[in-house]
């Protein structure tokens, strides 16, 4: 505590600070910003130095020192909202996936979502079936390198290259097969936007994962897409809420509630931390406000909780999905130039392009970063890793994302993987350090690896995935009060003696607020015009007369009576 007080303080007595913003294609934007600055000014700069303008779907994210993520707000000053001491490191990345990207107006656009998007699949976040791994290497491949060429290109050439955490060699021989005979004469641009609109069928197209766990205590991923809110357990997807059925979202401490309208659903899931349960609420609110409103101005102030002068409250601020899209759709300006580079051949590198090369905005300075795996475990940690991609069964287990749309939430889950989605602790968006052990317990039993450094320590032989239908057991829906813990019920009902206690506090304050009131109208000499139009008015005066004049004299006499039994004893 008295470290971050003497921080603080020092923080007080600059007047600039450094900031250094790492961009998707892994170059660093750094500025000089001023104490009072705030987040949008930031923003803009970035985005001006990308010659962007459809920038809503993008965000500025942070750490802090207890390594929990945040989206940097863009109405609050960027020094209060910082709890590490300059110079300040944060991240460009897409904060609101477009529910179709290959209808994005600019290709400088595109682009940008293909970088993100890219860092997904090899970060495990985009979690999809080897056939369908296969062909968004292949269009990366194509739009980086472009065609296939023996002179250029030796055998096994596309193992020299990394898409994912780990690859096979049955995966690595379809890559090459594609890139070989289905692609040839695609420019980067077309095979960028055939690489979107694949990646948007997927069932977790757009899925920033957050850790928690269900009521019986089994590990859960909640996340926020532009279709709704999904929550992925094993290797299935087990809830899907389309925006328009989710009715609020609300945390108390660790615990995170969904609402639903349909059958009246509860979901409850408990986060590792309040810190990260309340990220989890703020990431909920604004996915909601711009993807299901139709405008900016029915964006309302949202409180963690009913009860009066209880939890935090929050605003999303910023354009909706519908109003981006329109906006977007009156740009008419020449398309900004975009300078694309090749892959860089690397057995432990993930394929890291280099993206717009502008030079519009000076004190910039950039570096071709080319991430081995454990560096990109400590790059923000803005990943969120997954079991790697290894030899399975071709069969397609996705749906159409039309499907997808069209499925009731309470229809059974849905299977995206023959492997579970489960991502090393190390690199997880939100602090589960109390919790590894169990949630390491909980992936050996299911097969899966704890990390991706212990899964490279060891044998070649690797764990076997548990059987799904044991996992499509664990489902975390909480319909009312029932399948509550023990620990729970007591919770919530501390929980409601707190909120009736504290509601108890601000009316006596309220009481005496207007006793106070009350006095000074009666009793005071002040001449103050408000106060004397009440004065005035005939309904006090009749309340001065009847009412609080014997109520005076009243207490008056009791107050003689018990002065007088004092100087009688």
């Not at 030899?391 to 939430?409: E, Q």
Request: overall charge neutral; charged content about 25%; hydrophobic content about 35%.
């Amino acid at each position: 505590m008295l470290s971050r007080i003497m921080s603080g303080s020092i923080r007080n007595l600059d007047r600039e600070y450094d900031c250094t913003v790492r961009l998707l294609d892994d170059t660093e934007y750094t500025c000089t910003i001023q104490r009072d600055a705030k987040g949008q000014y930031l923003f803009d700069l970035i985005c001006h130095h990308l010659n962007l303008l459809e920038k809503d779907y993008f965000g500025i994210r942070y750490v802090d020192p207890d390594k929990q993520r945040h989206w940097l707000e863009v109405t609050k000053c960027i020094a209060k909202q910082m709890k590490s001491q300059p110079p300040f490191t944060m991240c460009l990345r897409v904060k609101f996936y477009p529910p179709d990207p290959a209808a994005l107006k600019e290709e400088i656009t595109r682009y940008l979502v293909f970088l993100q998007i890219k860092r997904d699949l090899y970060h495990g976040r985009l979690l999809c079936k080897t056939t369908d791994a296969a062909m968004l290497a292949a269009f990366i491949l194509q739009a980086e390198i472009g065609d296939y060429d023996p002179g250029k290109h030796p055998e096994g050439y596309s193992s020299k290259f990394q898409f994912f955490p780990k690859h096979s060699e049955k995966l690595e021989r379809r890559i090459s097969d594609i890139h070989k005979t289905e692609l040839i004469g695609q420019t980067p641009e077309t095979s960028e936007l055939n690489f979107l609109q694949k990646a948007q069928m997927l069932e977790t197209y757009g899925v920033d994962p957050h850790p928690c766990k269900d009521v019986s205590g089994n590990p859960a991923f909640l996340a926020f897409t532009p279709f709704g809110f999904v929550v992925l357990q094993g290797n299935k997807r087990v809830h899907f809420l389309k925006w328009n059925e989710v009715t609020k979202l609300k945390f108390e401490g660790k615990i995170f509630h969904i609402y639903a309208n349909q059958k009246e659903i509860i979901l409850t899931y408990f986060a590792p931390t309040p810190e990260a349960c309340k990220h989890l609420w703020k990431c909920g609110v604004e996915n909601q406000a711009f993807y299901k409103l139709e405008k900016s101005s029915q964006v309302r102030t949202v409180s963690s909780s009913n009860l009066f002068f209880k939890g935090s409250r929050f605003r999303y601020s910023g354009r909706v999905a519908k109003e981006v899209m329109e906006q977007s759709a009156k740009i008419k300006r020449e398309p900004p130039e975009i300078h694309r580079a090749g892959l860089v051949p690397s057995r432990s590198c993930p394929s890291i392009t280099h993206g717009p090369r502008l030079t519009s905005v000076p004190r910039t300075r950039r570096r071709a970063v080319h991430i081995s795996i454990m560096e990109g475990l400590e790059s923000l940690r803005d990943s969120a890793h997954s079991t790697p991609v290894r030899s399975v069964s071709h069969g397609d287990s996705f749906m159409p994302r039309s499907r997808s749309l069209a499925t009731d939430a309470s229809e059974g889950s849905a299977v995206i993987s023959d492997e579970a989605y489960s991502p090393s602790d190390s690199v997880l968006p939100t602090p589960v350090a109390e919790h590894s052990l169990e949630l390491a317990v909980a992936r050996q039993v299911n097969g899966a690896p704890c990390s991706i450094k212990e899964e490279k320590e060891s044998e070649a032989g690797t764990p076997s995935v548990g059987d799904a239908g044991d996992l499509s057991d664990s489902r975390a829906t909480v319909e009312g009060a029932e399948g509550a813990s023990p620990l729970s019920e007591v919770e919530q009902v501390n929980t409601f003696v707190l909120s009736v206690l504290r509601l108890l506090l601000v009316t006596i304050g309220l009481l005496f607020v207007l006793l106070f009131l009350l006095i000074v109208l009666t009793e005071s000499d002040l001449d103050v015009a408000f106060l004397r139009d009440i004065r005035q008015t005939p309904e006090f005066e009749q309340f001065h007369y009847e009412y609080f004049c014997p109520l005076r004299r009243w207490f008056a006499c009791k107050l003689r009576w018990a002065g007088s039994l004092l100087i009688n004893k």
